[in-house]
């Protein structure tokens, strides 16, 4: 099985604020989990985990809410930005644009996780760029090394509802809207609602 490593940052120590920046007129409420992680096959000797290799891999920009605090009218929890680094590949980046909502949504990049600008998420969204595994062969000593990843981006203006969650490889519009609870395992154009799980365009939107 493969090995794992991590490091919790503290958003207090400037040392931790080389791997994760936020603009100063963003407002985080309550604490976010912010996580590094190394995850390595048996055969990499002596496995450890340097915030080094993992500087400036998350970033946050103006104008943003981050709501960490179960104080909802809806489920609610800490918001969670874990940067994923696989054998001595590149550490996965997370890029947050400007005037986004963030409600205990957590982010896990294995290569890369894009928000543009003005995008909100509903409580308790995820999002993951990676299964985290390969489908076969758990166990094998290269596990770690078939894990696969592919980047996520969700375009300026997108609306994703409540408890939806966001697969690998997947580009989501602008301005499109995710029903609450919708699994998102393709494109969604442009302008257009999609809901259900695999999700499907209900309709699209008049500009």
Known sequence: MPEYRNIYL??????????????????????????????????????????SMFEKV????????????????????????????VNDRPAGKIKIGNNVVLQGTAIIAYQSVEIEDNVT?????????????????????????????KPVIIKSGAWIGMNVIILKGVTIGKNAVVGAGSVVVSDVPDNCIVSGNPCKIVKFINQ
């Open 10 to 51: 503290d958003l207090d120590s400037p040392y931790d604020l080389r791997c994760f920046s936020i603009d100063e007129n963003s407002v985080p409420c309550g604490k976010p989990d912010i996580t590094l992680t190394r995850v390595c096959d048996a055969e990499i000797s002596n496995v450890s985990i340097e915030r």
């Open 58 to 85: 998350i970033s946050i920009g103006r104008s943003c809410y981050l709501e960490s605090a179960d104080r909802l009218a809806f489920h609610n929890g800490p918001i969670k930005l874990t940067s994923v680094k």
């Open 121 to 149: 998420f509903g409580p308790q969204v995820t999002i993951m760029d990676s299964s985290g595994h390969p489908v076969t062969g758990r166990g094998e000593p290269d596990e770690a090394e078939r894990i696969t990843a």
